[in-house]
């Protein structure tokens, strides 16, 4: 792989976009980059190496259990697994006609 130089394009995740994006190198540090710019919202972020942050956080998930086993003891730990679904109304749209 070559040396990356300034105005590189690489592909980073953008936290701005939430999505991995193309984005121009702004700084090095050493032989890497050290801030990248976002070619799409112009957002400039430390470089994460094209890795996403988790998408669960523990804490809502902790909270989540925590109601969960005060509201039925015995369920709790199957329930846990299982990521909970939005559900979905069926009803008429409202129109002002």
Not at 16 to 27: G, Y
Not at 47 to 64: G, I, M, N, S
Not at 75 to 85: L, S
Request: proline share 6%; aromatic share 4%.
């Amino acid at each position: 792989m070559r040396e990356v130089r300034l105005g590189d394009v690489i592909d980073d995740f953008c936290v701005k976009c939430k999505r991995i994006m193309n984005h121009s190198v702004v700084s090095i540090l050493g032989q890497d980059p050290a801030k990248v710019r976002c070619r799409t919202c112009y957002s400039d972020h430390d470089y994460r190496h094209e890795q996403a942050p988790p998408k669960v956080d523990t804490r809502k998930a902790a909270l989540f259990n925590e109601v969960l086993s005060k509201l039925q003891p015995d369920a709790a730990p199957a329930a846990a697994a299982e990521v909970p679904e939005k559900s979905k109304s069926k009803g008429k749209k409202n129109s002002r006609e």
